[in-house]
């Protein structure tokens, strides 16, 4: 069965610090992973990766996959009162695109 | 610029009664068609995709059903309304060429 696990699932930080989270996943037909935020409603799309050790960066988010160890993980630098969110990691599998979503992380950035 | 719209955007239904929830996609053609399901605290579960008009793969067994009457048009549907069948319904669309998801603004069920 297709597993997609996030660490850790709760984090409390205050602003200016920087945090790690974390996405590992077994899965069959791997296609691309991807990385959402999540506020009060819908999933906002923050990244797409598909090779390893390629980074992708957006202002101080960044994202890196490492396909050997089957994870992912994102950073977020100079942490800010906006930031906080849940961070949904999903991996899209099979020519059909279907997606298996990890639990989240939700993030508390503290003023 | 494509769009992507869902509604109700909130519904308290008794248990029992049938339900109704409609997704539109505007702006693309031929868009890969989602229905996920999110339980409070959890991650969104994948319950139906559709690649085509009336082509509709379930991904779990469920009480629910979907239909894709036209392109762009996505329905979620059920006869009899259980109480597990509360959540937060997202619809999203992709193109087949491309990978990243785009969700609509979601629909929050709650089942009495």
């Known amino acids: 069965e297709d597993k997609v696990v996030q660490s850790p699932l709760s984090l409390v930080v205050h602003e200016g610090d920087t945090v790690t989270l974390n996405c590992s996943y077994e899965?069959?037909?791997?296609?691309?992973l991807l990385w959402y935020k999540q506020e009060k409603k819908a999933p906002t799309f923050l990244f797409m990766l598909?090779?390893?050790?390629i980074e992708k960066k957006s202002g101080r988010l960044s994202s890196i996959l490492d396909k050997k160890e089957l994870s992912s993980i994102l950073n977020i630098t100079a942490t800010q009162t906006g930031d906080s969110a849940i961070y949904l990691c999903?991996?899209?599998?099979?020519?059909?695109?279907?997606?298996?979503f990890g639990d989240g992380t939700t993030l508390t950035v503290k003023p | 610029s494509q769009t992507i719209h869902q509604w109700p955007a909130t519904l308290v239904q008794p248990v029992g009664s049938p339900l109704s929830l409609e997704c539109t996609v505007e702006?693309?053609?031929?868009?890969?068609l989602y229905w996920y399901r999110q339980a409070a605290g959890r991650g969104l579960q994948l319950l139906f995709y559709?690649?085509?008009?009336?082509?509709i793969s379930s991904e779990v067994p469920q009480n629910l059903s979907a239909s894709r009457p036209q392109d762009r048009q996505f329905i979620l549907s059920s006869k009899k309304l259980l109480l597990s069948d509360s959540g937060f319904y997202l619809c999203?669309?992709?193109?087949?060429?491309?990978?990243?998801?785009?969700f609509g603004p979601g629909t929050r069920l709650l089942v009495l």
């Open positions: 999203a669309w992709s193109i087949l060429a491309a990978e990243t998801q785009y």
């Open positions: 899965v069959t037909n791997f296609r691309s």
């Open positions: 598909t090779s390893s050790g």
């Open positions: 999903a991996v899209r599998r099979g020519s059909a695109g279907k997606s298996t």
């Open positions: 702006g693309t053609s031929n868009p890969n």
């Open positions: 559709s690649v085509g008009i009336g082509q």
